[in-house]
Each structure stands twice: as C-alpha cells, then as structure tokens.
C-alpha cells in the first residue's frame, strides 16, 4: 500500500508494540508511529476485508481518502453471536472426534464437554482472567466430562472421546503466527509467540493430567 502511494514503509513488529516508520519518496519526510497490541479475539471475517482492502488500495482501484471509511467501518463492525460461535465449536470439535474414529456416543460427549468448557472460557473472558487459568480451566472440565466413556462405559472409543475433548483450545494462531515471523526475519516475535503457544498447551496438558488424576484414569 506504501509503494503504491509513494511511501516506503519499514516495520517493526515485537511481542507488545508495533512500531512502523513512514518516509515520503519524493520529499523524504519522515514519520514515525508505535502502537500497543491489543489482546483481542481473533476475527477472520476483519481480517479477510482488510486485506481485500489493502489489495484494493494497493492495485489502485480504491484512493485512500476513499479506504479510510471503509476501514472504519471493518473496525467496528459487530462481532459474530458468541451463543453462534460457541455451536459452531461444538459440532467442529465432534467433527474431530469422528474424524478421529469416534463412534457417535464420543461425538456426543465430546459435544457435551466442548460446551461446557468454552461456555467457561466465555465467563473467563467477559471477567478478564488470566488466559492461563482460563485455558487450564476449561481443558481440565473438558477432559472431566470428556472422561464419561470411562466411566459410564457408554461408547467404544472412550480415549478418542477424551483425546479430542480438549481439542477446541489448541493455540493454533499462535503456533501460525510465530512460523510466519520466523519465515519474516522478526525472531524475537517469534520466540515470544512461540514461548506463548507452548505456556497454553503445557496449561492444556496440566488440565487433562488433573482430570486424569481426579477420575482415576489410566491410559497406560
């Protein structure tokens, strides 16, 4: 988008802050912006019309005075129902679990964990918990109800069923992002995203091992 406007465009992105420095092609002024990163929920939807913007703008089919409202009205956009996202949770992690190999009494279960552990990850959002506490939280309530074919002998694939009830908080955008830095040349970006993927999948693991202890399973 810089070039396209006669800019060059240098950034600088690190774990907390973006910093971008702006120099004019023709006049060589210079300006210089940083910026805090926010910690937000993740919106595919914003991210793909942004980035049909920037294409826009950096094709030439749209001026900047004409993209700043446009951006404006991405940014504020309303969000999509969490009640929605929370099915649509749902019935992607049962998906897994037949994915998997689950026998549709695991679907089931899976389904039943998966909604009680995100309904809690919500309430930890909305009251601002720590993301650590919130993610061991709702694994080790997953893996809890996930367990039910062990103990109610009620499906053929118990293990599936516990396997992939914890499945939904995967720190996959980290892991993607901190591969995208690295690939880019920002590496401290990606040792904190990185260090920050395993610290939620170490929570995760810690949710299941507590379950495993409490409900006396033992895989092995």
Request: one cysteine or more; aromatic letters at 10%.
């Amino acid at each position: 988008m810089a070039e396209s406007l006669g800019y060059r465009a240098d950034i600088t992105i690190l774990p907390k802050h973006v910093a971008v420095a702006l120099t004019d092609n023709y006049t060589g002024e210079y300006a210089h912006y940083t910026c805090s990163i926010k910690n937000l929920p993740v919106s595919y939807l914003a991210n793909t019309r942004m980035s049909k913007l920037s294409w826009d703008v950096a094709e030439g089919r749209l001026s900047l005075s004409d993209a700043m409202p446009v951006m404006e009205k991405i940014c504020n956009a309303p969000r999509m129902s969490v009640w929605q996202v929370m099915w649509l949770v749902v019935f992607a992690n049962a998906s897994f679990c037949r994915l998997f190999g689950g026998d549709p009494a695991a679907m089931a279960i899976v389904g039943f964990a998966t909604l009680l552990g995100y309904a809690i990850k919500n309430i930890c959002l909305r009251h601002e918990i720590d993301v650590r506490a919130m993610v061991l939280l709702s694994s080790f309530v997953s893996a809890v109800v996930g367990s039910g074919g062990y103990v109610f002998g009620i499906t053929s694939t118990p293990e599936i069923a516990l396997g992939t009830s914890v499945l939904y908080l995967i720190p996959g955008i980290p892991y993607i992002n901190s591969v995208s830095d690295m690939i880019d040349g920002h590496y401290l970006c990606f040792f904190s995203r990185t260090m920050q993927a395993v610290v939620l999948t170490g929570c995760i693991a810690a949710g299941l091992t507590l379950a495993f202890m409490i409900m006396n399973i033992k895989i092995f």
